[in-house]
C-alpha cells in the first residue's frame, strides 16, 4: 500500500469521518509542489482531455482546497497513442516528465481512471481481454497493459483499477455477476502489475442492483491489498434514495481504515447524507454542470453564514409573500433579474470571480454566450464546493456534523438547483 | 496643413523619413500650458515632439532615422500605453475567455470595445448606472470603442444611410431604428473608452465613383456633429476618421479638413476592405505624411504581422484586428516563423513549445503535443491559444518599439521579414518590398 489514510478518532454522535489522505513516500529530492496530504471529507476534480474544464490552471491553483485532480483514459485513448506516453521518454531531459508536467497540473495530485463516469455510454461489451472504451472517434478496445502504459506515464499518485463498467440497468443478472467477477480479477491484475508499487490503487466496487453481488464485491475487495474503494456505478441507481441504498450496502462491509470515494453525488443534501455513511471523497462535477448552465453556487454550510441566512434572508423571503421560507442552492445567472445587479455573485466568497467582477457582468456573458462566463462561474462553483466540504470536515471535527446537516436542510430548498 | 511636404502616393522613391522630420516643429516640445486634467505625469525621458488634449497627452520618444517609424508615449485618462502598439478586440465587453487579470499579465495597454453590440447588450441604461464598461468588465487601463456604424453596415443587410445616419432594421424586433452621430457618441459617453470614435459614413474600399466623395464630405459633417454631442472632452478622446477610398486626392481633402479639427489622435479608415495591397500602403502612407506628427495615428482593422510591421515603418502607432483571437479560436496558433494550425494527429511527438522562445504562460507550460490534442476540443485550448496569440502581437510590437529606440528598426524588419517568408520558403510580397521601398528599406530578393 501506497497511500496511508489515517483516520480521525470519531467524535461525539457524529457518523461522518475525518480522515487525512498521505502520500506514504515523498521522494525528498524533489521540489514537489504538491499538497503533502488531503484532508477527508473532500471532493476531487474530474478533467477532460487532462485539463480542468473551463479554467486555466493559473487561476484553478489559486482556489484552495481542492487537493486532486482524476484523469480519465478514456479521452486518452480518443487518438490512436497520446503523446503522454512518449513525453517520458523524449531524449531531451528537460522536457522528460510525468503527467503533472505535461497536463500542468503540478500542484494537484493525479488520479487517472478509465471511464469518465459522467460521460454518456451506450452498451459496455468488454472482454476478458479488451475495456472497451467509447470516446468521441469510436469504440477503442483498450488492454490492461494499455491502461497499465498511461499509468507508467503520468506516474499518478493514485489510480482506479480497471473494471467491467456496466452502463445500463437493463444488463442481466448473470452480467452483473460477471462483471463482479471480471473487475476483481482485472483488480489484482492492476495490483500484480502496477509500475511502481507507490502508486496507490483504488478497487471498484461492483454487483449494481443485486444486494448479494454488491455485498460480495465489498467483501471480495476488501481483502485485496488496495488503498480505498470507489464505488463508481450509482448513477445506475434510479432515485438518490437508491443510491444512498447501494452506499449502505457496499460500505458496511468495508473497512474503516480504508478511504471510500463515490462519484455521482449530484446534490448536497445527497453528499452530506453519503458523508454520514462514512464516505470520504466525492468528486466535483456538480460545479461544472452547474457553471455550464450559468448557475452559481449559493450554498454554504458554515454556521456562521447559516445562522445569518436563517435569520435575515428566510424571514425577508417570507416577508415578500414567497411561498418556499427555504433558500435556492443555486442563482441562475441567465435570470433577468440580475441584469443590473451589481453586487458581487455571493458577499460570503472570496474567490477571484467574487472579488472583481458583479452579478450584472456575469449575466451579460452568459446572455451573450461569452466563454468568460463559465470560467468564472467555474473558479466560483469549485471555490464555494471545496469551501462546502472544509465545513463537513470542520463540523466533524466540532461533533455538530449532524446539527449542521439538519440546519442546512432546513435552510436550502432541495429542489431549487 | 502645408501641400509642400506632400509626397506623392505613387513615388516610393523619395525619402519620406526625412520629409516627416521636417514637419516635427508642428509640434516642438516646449513650453505647452500645463493642464490640470491632463494625465500627463512627470517623466525623465527625452521627448521629440508632443502635444496636449485636455484627456490625453502623447509623446514621441524616438524617431527611426530611415524610415517613418516613432516611439511614443500615449497618456489616456485610465492608462498610459507605449506605441506603436496593437490593441486586442473584446467585442461584448469581454476578451474571449480570459480574464482582466490574464489580460494585464499580457501586458495589454488598450483593448476594444465594439459599441453597436454594447448598444444592444448590455445596453446603455445599464453602462450609465454602472458608470461605464470599465467597471462593468473590472478594467482598469485603456479602453477604445468604435462608433458602431462599421458594424451596421457589415452585419445588417437593409442599413440605408442618410444625411441624418444610419439607418437598420434591429436584428431584435424587426423595426427600423436610427443611428446618428449624436447618438453614437451619446452611446460611446456612455461605455466611457479613453478613445472613442466618430460616425464615420462607411463604403466598401472598392466602391468607386461619386459616392466615395459624398461618403468623405459626409464623414466631416458627421465629424462635426460628433464633436457638437460629445458631453466628456476632459475624458475621452474623439478621434475623426479620415475617409476618402482609394483617392488620394479625396483623401488629402479630407485630411485637410478633419486635421482642421485639431483632434487628440487620428484614425485611418476605410482600408483592409479588400482593396490591392499596394493601394492599401500608399493609403495609408500619404495619410501618415500629412497627419500632425505630434498626434497619435490609429490604422483601424489591421493585425497581421507583416501589415503592422510595415504600417509601423509607415509611421502609424495603433491598430486593432480580431484575427488573434478569432484564427485562436480555429486551432491557429502565430509565431515568426508563421501559422501553426492545430490539428488531431499534428505535432503528435513534438513536445516542444508553439514558439522556443516566448515566455507567455501557454509556451511555459504547455507541449505543441499536448494543445494539439485539445484545441477545438476543451475551450481551456481556446484560452491558451488566445493567450499565446495576443502574447505573440504584444512581442512583435514591444520589438518594434525596442528596435526604434535604439534605432536599428531597419534591421529588425529586413530579420522579421526574411524569417516570415523567405525562411520559410516564401517569396516576398510585392506590396511588402514595395511598401518597406518606399520609406528606405530594401528587402533582399534572392
Known amino acids: 500500500m501506497s497511500l496511508s489514510f489515517c483516520l480521525h478518532p470519531l467524535t461525539g454522535s457524529t457518523q461522518g469521518r475525518l480522515g487525512t489522505l498521505k502520500l506514504s513516500k515523498t521522494d525528498p529530492s524533489t521540489d514537489s509542489q504538491l499538497p503533502e496530504c488531503i484532508e477527508t471529507p473532500t471532493c476531487i476534480v474530474p478533467t477532460q482531455r487532462g485539463t480542468v474544464p473551463h479554467v486555466t490552471p493559473d487561476h484553478f491553483n489559486t482556489i484552495p482546497g481542492l ?3 482524476v484523469m480519465f483514459a478514456e479521452h486518452l485513448v480518443e487518438q490512436r497513442s497520446h503523446p503522454v506516453l512518449r513525453y517520458s521518454n523524449t531524449s531531451d531531459p528537460s522536457t522528460g516528465g510525468d503527467g503533472h508536467h505535461f497536463f500542468n497540473l503540478a500542484h494537484h495530485w493525479l488520479c487517472l481512471d478509465m471511464r469518465d463516469p459522467r460521460q454518456q455510454h451506450q452498451a459496455a461489451h468488454h472482454s476478458n481481454k479488451f475495456y472497451r472504451a467509447e470516446t468521441i472517434s469510436g469504440v477503442k478496445p483498450v488492454t490492461l497493459e494499455d491502461y497499465l502504459d498511461l499509468v507508467r506515464a503520468l506516474q499518478p499518485e493514485m489510480f482506479v483499477a480497471l473494471a467491467d463498467d456496466l452502463n445500463s440497468l437493463d444488463e442481466t443478472e448473470g452480467r452483473f455477476k460477471r462483471s463482479v467477477g471480471r473487475t476483481l480479477q482485472w483488480l489484482d491484475q492492476c495490483l500484480a502489475q502496477r509500475p511502481n508499487p507507490t502508486t496507490g490503487v483504488w478497487g471498484v466496487l461492483k454487483g449494481g442492483p443485486l444486494l448479494d453481488q454488491r455485498i460480495f464485491s465489498a467483501q471480495q475487495t476488501a481483502t485485496r491489498p488496495v488503498d480505498g474503494f470507489l464505488l463508481n456505478d450509482l448513477s445506475l441507481a434510479k432515485d438518490v434514495a437508491l443510491q444512498q441504498e447501494w452506499i449502505k450496502t457496499s460500505v458496511a462491509h468495508l473497512p474503516l481504515d480504508k478511504p471510500r470515494m463515490v462519484y455521482g453525488m449530484d446534490h448536497p443534501f445527497s453528499i452530506l447524507d453519503a458523508v454520514s455513511k462514512g464516505i470520504d471523497v466525492f468528486d466535483s462535477y456538480y460545479a461544472k ?4 448552465n450559468g448557475q452559481a453556487i449559493a450554498f454554504h454550510l458554515d454556521e456562521s453564514t447559516l445562522k445569518s441566512k436563517s435569520d435575515a434572508e428566510v424571514t425577508s423571503a417570507s416577508a415578500d409573500g414567497n411561498n418556499s421560507t427555504k433558500l435556492p442552492l443555486t442563482r441562475d445567472l441567465n435570470d433577468p433579474v440580475y441584469k443590473a445587479d451589481f453586487t458581487p455573485l455571493d458577499r460570503m466568497c472570496s474567490c477571484y470571480a467574487c472579488a472583481h467582477y458583479t452579478r450584472a457582468y456575469l449575466h451579460h456573458l452568459f446572455i451573450t454566450e461569452e466563454m468568460l462566463g463559465k470560467v468564472l462561474l467555474m473558479i466560483h462553483n469549485l471555490t464555494l464546493f471545496a469551501d462546502f466540504f472544509k465545513y463537513i470536515r470542520q463540523s466533524i471535527q466540532q461533533g455538530t456534523f449532524d446539527q449542521q446537516v439538519s440546519r442546512f436542510k432546513d435552510t436550502y430548498d432541495s429542489y431549487s438547483h | 496643413m502645408t501641400r509642400s511636404t506632400t509626397r506623392k502616393a505613387t513615388s516610393p522613391l523619395l525619402a519620406p523619413g526625412k520629409v516627416s522630420r521636417t514637419r516635427t516643429m508642428t509640434s516642438s516640445s516646449e513650453s505647452v500650458p500645463a493642464n490640470p486634467q491632463s494625465p500627463y505625469r512627470p517623466h525623465d525621458y527625452p521627448v521629440v515632439a508632443h502635444s496636449e488634449s485636455p484627456a490625453l497627452r502623447f509623446e514621441v520618444l524616438a524617431r527611426c532615422s530611415v524610415t517613418k517609424a516613432r516611439v511614443s508615449k500615449l497618456h489616456l485618462p485610465h492608462f498610459t500605453a507605449d506605441t506603436p502598439m496593437f490593441m486586442p478586440v473584446g467585442t461584448q465587453g469581454t476578451m474571449k475567455g480570459l480574464t482582466t487579470d490574464q489580460l494585464r499579465d499580457l501586458d495589454c495597454h488598450v483593448i476594444l470595445g465594439n459599441t453597436y453590440h454594447l448598444g444592444n447588450r448590455p445596453g446603455q441604461a445599464i453602462l450609465d448606472q454602472v458608470g461605464g464598461l470599465h467597471q462593468f468588465m473590472n478594467w482598469d487601463r485603456g479602453l477604445l470603442t ?21 439607418e437598420f432594421e434591429s436584428p431584435h424586433d424587426g423595426t427600423m431604428m436610427l443611428l446618428t452621430p449624436e447618438k453614437s457618441i451619446d452611446l460611446q459617453n456612455s461605455i466611457g473608452a479613453d478613445i472613442i470614435m466618430q460616425l464615420d459614413d462607411v463604403v466598401s474600399s472598392l466602391t468607386t465613383g461619386p459616392r466615395v466623395e459624398e461618403a468623405m464630405e459626409r464623414s466631416v459633417r458627421w465629424l462635426d456633429r460628433c464633436i457638437g454631442a460629445h458631453k466628456y472632452p476632459e475624458r475621452q478622446n474623439l478621434f475623426p476618421i479620415i475617409q476618402g477610398g482609394l483617392d488620394p486626392a479625396l483623401r488629402r481633402k479630407c485630411l485637410e479638413m478633419m486635421i482642421a479639427r485639431d483632434a487628440p489622435g487620428y484614425a485611418i479608415g476605410g482600408l483592409s476592405g479588400g482593396e490591392e495591397k499596394d493601394t492599401f500602403w500608399q493609403i495609408v502612407s500619404l495619410c501618415t505624411d500629412h497627419l500632425p506628427e505630434a498626434k497619435p495615428r490609429y490604422c483601424m482593422g489591421v493585425g497581421y504581422a507583416e501589415d503592422l510591421v510595415v504600417c509601423a515603418a509607415l509611421g502609424v502607432d495603433m491598430f486593432d484586428c480580431v484575427f488573434p483571437t478569432r484564427t485562436a479560436r480555429f486551432g491557429n496558433a502565430l509565431t515568426r516563423d508563421g501559422g501553426i494550425v492545430f490539428k488531431i494527429n499534428r505535432y503528435q511527438d513534438d ?20 494543445l494539439a490534442t485539445i484545441v477545438n476540443k476543451e475551450t481551456v485550448g481556446c484560452h491558451l491559444l488566445s493567450i499565446h496569440n495576443i502574447a505573440y502581437q504584444m512581442r512583435l510590437m514591444r520589438d518594434i518599439r525596442t528596435s526604434i529606440m535604439e534605432d536599428r528598426f531597419p534591421e529588425f524588419v529586413k530579420s522579421f521579414m526574411k524569417r516570415y517568408f523567405v525562411d520559410q520558403g516564401k517569396p516576398y510580397p510585392e506590396w511588402v518590398v514595395n511598401a518597406l521601398q518606399s520609406v528606405n528599406i530594401t528587402l533582399a530578393t534572392s
Open chain 1, 67 to 69: 487537493g486532486a485532480v
Open chain 1, 289 to 292: 454542470r452547474l457553471a455550464e
Open chain 2, 146 to 166: 468604435d462608433s458602431g456604424g462599421f458594424q451596421m453596415v457589415s452585419l445588417l443587410k437593409l442599413a440605408q444611410i442618410t444625411e441624418e445616419g444610419v
Open chain 2, 351 to 370: 513536445f516542444g513549445p508553439i514558439e522556443e522562445d516566448c515566455s507567455c504562460y501557454t509556451c511555459r507550460h504547455y507541449t505543441r503535443a499536448y
